[in-house]
């Protein structure tokens, strides 16, 4: 997706059509967080291959079809040309001439030989991705026509779970992520349309500064509300400004714009919460506006999700309390560098968990995470956490706060998805016998006795 | 090879959420601007070495999330600055407003000592301007505080005004920093005043002291 927005930002707003095209063709296929037809876009890249392979020799390049009749002329080389002296000036000695010759030439097998080089790993490379999109056409049929239809029975089967990690193919995800989420607040398709007209009320009379609307959430002053709608129009064109689909005239941007404003009359309780135009953002690109929106609340409903959106401080201490006896378990040579260092979770894991890595990681690597944070719940945000430490940990250790703090907060945005599976795979979420739910019960617990003590000693 | 800085110190950029804190930072380290850029979530992170009478200074930014909700947690790094930038937007009256309330929370939050600045950011919008520059320059005074006007977009009082603020937690530790030009050459006095995040990553970084 990345590779893509350079392009993006040239063009501004462009539809999401064109978009979804340009990641296919980007060979980005894998993760990209679009609804396309994957059995499609498999068979025409296919055939894009196939059209490649009858001429292996070269480099898939626009400027091949000016060359048809050449078989293989170096690209690189086209600009070495071997010329005599001119005519006014006195000819070359034979021998020299005879050297140049041979130089020419050695140049010129020098460069054949990287082009070769370089259509072989082409090739390669075009080989690998017919072969991912391959698995992903077989991983399809199989959500769609095996595991779908059975969901109930299938979901938390050793084949599903096996496929599941292996990530979800972006036109199946969001009917899973949908069911793995559940719908355990019964919001209704209807519901989504009340509480959204009723924010559109509120629009309405915010932009005519009318008077008052009903006054049943009260205690929600009307400033309050004015603050929280006009930080969603903000933040709209601050949710990855780069994919330029969501700011004003893009093609995100009112569904987006929806989910948020219906979501504050939803839970006038929690409101808008920095951190969620993401969230909503990543279930637009995979659900229907309705279904993103269910999807969207009781996601937020999630314990852990309400606990950060609500900032509940002491709960959230709670939670860092907990990762770190499991950071501390998995890791403890990085767990004593941050210590030394006064690294606390707070400043890199507020931003993970509240955007569920959708700002720090790339977007498609993001998609992963959350399928399977959709089956695992809260503990494998911690532990995605953990694989991430895990995976830099030689880089990390060398570092000083603020290159941590720094490097944390903007993770490099060529992270190897693989890798990071494998990595997150090592962590064990076991501490003494004692998995995550239950350290962090035994913390709640203590830390509730702590405040009955001491009230003074908790902020 | 010359050592890379000789005092280290953490700012902090606060004020309202969309006035522009991680614009004006965007601006001062990589003098890059970008007119939508993603919101702050938590807390982010930017550094810059820059020379102060002589004296090199390595700066920290912690850049804040805005949102009143989000107070609760950023509070909780206050009391890890030197310096303090309160930000407000030139055309948003209620950013302006809320000032007073950002001073009262770095008072109860901020240890002692730390050094405040007035930031009225996005003056090249004057079409859409809602705060006089006089109201900042009151305001300002009332709480005994420099004063800039600044833009991001146009590149206008971003060096000053960090400079200023460098230079104010630089006077406000000015016996500290005795200390440190008495003892330049005296690599192991200037160890002792190192923090825990201080701790010299090689030969390198040998001498450096960071006030808390």
């Known amino acids: ?459 | 090879m010359a050592k890379q800085y000789d005092v280290l110190f953490r700012l902090l950029l606060i004020g309202d959420s969309g006035v522009g804190k991680t614009c004006l930072l965007c601006r001062f380290t990589d003098n890059e601007f970008h007119s939508s850029h993603i919101s702050t979530i938590g807390v982010d992170f930017k550094m810059k070495t820059i020379e102060v009478d002589g004296i090199k200074v390595r700066i920290q930014i912690w850049d804040t999330a805005g949102q009143e909700r989000y107070q609760t947690i950023t509070k909780q790094y206050y009391r890890r600055a030197q310096g303090i930038f309160l930000v407000y937007d030139i055309s948003s009256e209620r950013s302006y407003q809320h000032i007073m309330k950002w001073v009262s929370d770095v008072d109860e939050y901020a240890p002692e000592g730390v050094q405040k600045i007035l930031i009225g950011n996005k003056a090249d919008e004057e079409q859409k301007r809602q705060v006089g520059r006089e109201q900042g320059q009151q305001l300002a005074k009332e709480y005994g505080m420099d004063f800039y006007e600044t833009s991001a977009c146009t590149n206008l009082n971003i060096k000053e005004s960090f400079t200023r603020l460098t230079e104010l937690v630089l006077q406000a530790h000015r016996k500290e920093l005795e200390g440190l030009r008495t003892r330049a050459s005296n690599e192991l006095a200037l160890a002792e005043l190192e923090e825990e995040e201080g701790k010299p990553e090689g030969p390198a970084n040998s001498s450096k002291s960071c006030w808390c």
């Open chain 1, 1 to 459: 997706i990345f590779a893509v927005s350079p392009r993006l930002e040239r063009n501004g707003a462009i539809s999401a059509h064109h978009l979804t095209n340009k990641m296919t063709w980007d060979g980005s296929y894998l993760g990209s967080a679009t609804r396309e037809n994957a059995q499609k876009d498999s068979k025409k890249i296919q055939k894009e291959y196939e059209d490649k392979a009858g001429r292996p020799s070269k480099p898939p390049s626009p400027k091949q079809n000016v060359r048809k009749n050449l078989d293989f002329e170096p690209l690189s080389t086209t600009a070495l040309i071997l010329e005599d002296r001119p005519a006014n000036l006195p000819a070359k000695p034979a021998e020299e001439a005879q050297k140049h010759r041979q130089q020419y030439e050695e140049m010129v097998v020098q460069a054949k030989k990287r082009e070769l080089k370089e259509a072989q790993r082409r090739k390669k490379q075009l080989e690998e991705r017919c072969r991912v999109e391959e698995s992903i056409g077989n991983a399809v049929l199989t959500w769609n026509n095996e595991i779908l239809p059975n969901w109930e029975t299938m979901w938390c089967s050793r084949k599903v779970r096996d496929l599941w990690w292996q990530g979800i193919p972006p036109s199946v995800r969001g009917k899973v992520w949908s069911l793995a989420i559940g719908n355990e607040l019964n919001i209704t398709h209807e519901l989504f349309d009340i509480c959204l007209a009723r924010a559109k009320e509120r629009w309405r009379s915010l932009s005519t500064g009318g008077s008052e609307l009903e006054n049943e959430d009260a205690g929600f002053s009307a400033a309050d509300r004015e603050a929280s709608l006009e930080l969603i129009k903000l933040d709209i064109s601050r949710t990855f400004p780069n994919l330029c689909i969501f700011q004003q005239g893009g093609p995100y941007h009112d569904m987006l714009h929806s989910i948020l404003g219906a979501y504050t009359c939803y839970r006038p309780d929690v409101g808008y919460v920095q951190g969620m135009s993401f969230i909503a953002a990543v279930l637009i690109l995979n659900l229907d506006t309705a279904d993103a929106f269910i999807a969207f609340s009781n996601l937020l409903n999630k314990p852990c999700q309400m606990a950060f959106f609500r900032v509940d401080h002491g709960l959230m201490l709670t939670y860092f309390a907990a990762f770190e006896v499991f950071f501390e378990e998995n890791l403890p040579k990085l767990f004593a560098h941050f210590k030394k260092n006064n690294l606390t979770p707070d400043i890199y894991l507020i931003d993970w968990i509240f955007t569920l890595y959708s700002k720090s990681l790339p977007l498609d690597l993001a998609c992963r995470i959350w399928d399977v944070f959709c089956r695992d719940g809260e503990e494998f945000l911690f532990r995605t956490a953990l694989g991430i430490l895990k995976l830099f940990e030689d880089i990390l250790t060398k570092m000083d706060f603020i290159h941590m703090a720094q490097f944390l907060t903007r993770l490099p945005e060529d992270l190897p998805a693989e890798e990071l599976f494998a990595s997150i795979a090592t962590i064990q979420m076991q501490s003494r016998n004692k998995k995550w739910a239950q350290v962090l019960t035994a913390l709640q617990k203590d830390s509730r006795e702590m405040e009955k003590g001491s009230p003074a000693l908790r902020h």
